[in-house]
């Protein structure tokens, strides 16, 4: 069946370091692929998506390119803040015989330090 | 305009007790995902109601039943809980099945099953 693993955080960094979170993913056919943020006290929310080969999903800074020949989605920035500390998971969505359905990574906790 | 909604946001049960969540959808939108989220973990699918049926499900068994009712809300009933059934529950709400990607997620209920 289909699956998502993602780096295990936490992972902290200086402000206006450089993130990058790594995404493979497992899937019988062809996915959408998405990053979706978790901050302190809130609900899940989508960051980014890309729905083919070679998309590349932005947002807020963040990054990600659909690589279907390394079957990745790294999420990427170029310089964190400290309001970006959150949980960011990692997740597909494909056709199942029902419908639509999306999986997540375990997640990766991020702490950026002032 | 108001967005994913869930009930209760806490509750707390002892084992072989039953429960029932509910999930408003955000307005537009008519189908409901269900999501179990374990401490330091990423959600897992439970199932996905749309048209008021069971569309997709995951791994869980039958003691996770659900509901889907004419105006788009859903409810998701645990019988006879166990200890290991204490997680975040969380709701998602989206659009049709066109896989645009984008989940929109409730804050969440928070079951303690002592």
């Known amino acids: 069946g289909n699956s998502v693993t993602q780096m295990e955080g936490p992972v902290t960094l200086s402000e206006e370091a450089f993130l990058t979170i790594n995404c493979t993913y497992t899937?019988?056919?062809?996915?959408?692929l998405f990053w979706y943020v978790q901050y302190p006290g809130e609900g899940l929310q989508l960051l980014l998506k890309a729905t083919k080969a070679d998309d590349k999903g932005s947002n807020k800074g963040f990054e990600a390119t659909y690589r279907k020949e390394t079957t990745s989605f790294h999420l990427e920035k170029g310089s964190v803040q400290v309001s970006d500390s959150a949980v960011y998971f990692c997740a597909l969505s494909d056709r199942g015989t029902g419908g639509f359905k999306t999986i997540f990574g375990a997640g990766t906790r991020l702490f950026v330090k002032a | 305009d108001a967005g994913v909604t869930q009930s209760p946001t806490h509750l707390i049960k002892t084992r072989g007790q039953q429960v029932t969540l509910r999930c408003s959808p955000k307005s537009g939108h008519d189908t409901v995902s269900w999501y179990q989220q374990a401490l330091g973990q990423g959600p897992q699918f439970i199932f996905q109601y749309y048209e008021e049926e069971e569309r997709q499900r995951g791994n869980f068994p039958d003691r996770f039943s659900g509901h889907q009712f004419p105006n788009y809300s859903s409810e998701l009933n645990v019988n006879a809980l166990l200890l290991g059934d204490s997680a975040l529950y969380l709701c998602?709400?989206?659009?049709?099945?066109?896989?645009?990607?984008?989940?929109?997620f409730g804050e969440g209920s928070r079951l303690t099953v002592l």
């Open positions: 998602a709400s989206s659009r049709g099945q066109v896989n645009t990607g984008e989940l929109f």
């Open positions: 899937a019988t056919g062809y996915p959408s």
